[in-house]
C-alpha cells in the first residue's frame, strides 16, 4: 500500500522560507517521477515541481527560481525548498507520483501539509 505523508508547512511572512517533506511507502521515490501539487482555497490542485528518476526537474513558472524540488533516495523522501515566498503561495501542499509522459498522479493524496503566508 502507498503512503505518501506531507510535512514542514506553516506560517511565515512574506520572503520567508520553509521546506517541505514528502516521505514515501510502497513505492520508491528514486525510480518514479515525483511532483508536488499545491491547491489553494477555491482553486484548482496544481503541478509546482517535479523530478524525474534521472535527477531532471521542472518547475512551474510561478515558483522558478524560488521553489526548488530535490529528493533523497537513501531516506526515499521528497523535498520542496521555497524561499521568497509570496501570499500566493498559501495552499495546501502534496506530493504524489505521476506518470512520467502523463503527468496524471498516480496514487491516493495524503492529507498534505498547509503553508500559509502571511503579508
Known amino acids: 500500500q502507498v503512503q505518501l505523508v506531507e510535512s514542514g508547512g506553516g506560517l511565515v511572512q512574506t520572503g520567508g522560507s520553509l521546506r517541505l517533506s514528502c516521505a514515501a511507502s510502497?513505492?520508491?521515490?528514486?525510480?518514479?517521477?515525483m511532483g508536488w501539487y499545491r491547491q489553494a482555497p477555491g482553486k484548482q490542485r496544481e503541478l509546482v515541481a517535479a523530478?524525474?528518476?534521472?535527477?531532471?526537474?521542472i518547475h512551474a513558472d510561478s515558483v522558478k527560481g524560488r521553489f526548488t524540488i530535490s529528493r533523497d533516495n537513501a531516506k526515499n523522501t521528497v523535498y520542496l525548498q521555497m524561499n521568497s515566498l509570496k501570499p500566493e503561495d498559501t495552499a495546501v501542499y502534496y506530493c504524489?507520483?505521476?506518470?512520467?509522459?502523463?503527468?496524471?498522479?498516480?496514487?491516493?493524496w495524503g492529507q498534505g501539509t498547509l503553508v500559509t503566508v502571511s503579508s
Open positions: 523530478i524525474r528518476p534521472s535527477g531532471t526537474t
Open positions: 504524489n507520483a505521476v506518470g512520467p509522459t502523463s503527468w496524471v498522479p498516480l496514487y491516493a
Open positions: 510502497g513505492i520508491m521515490t528514486s525510480i518514479n517521477t
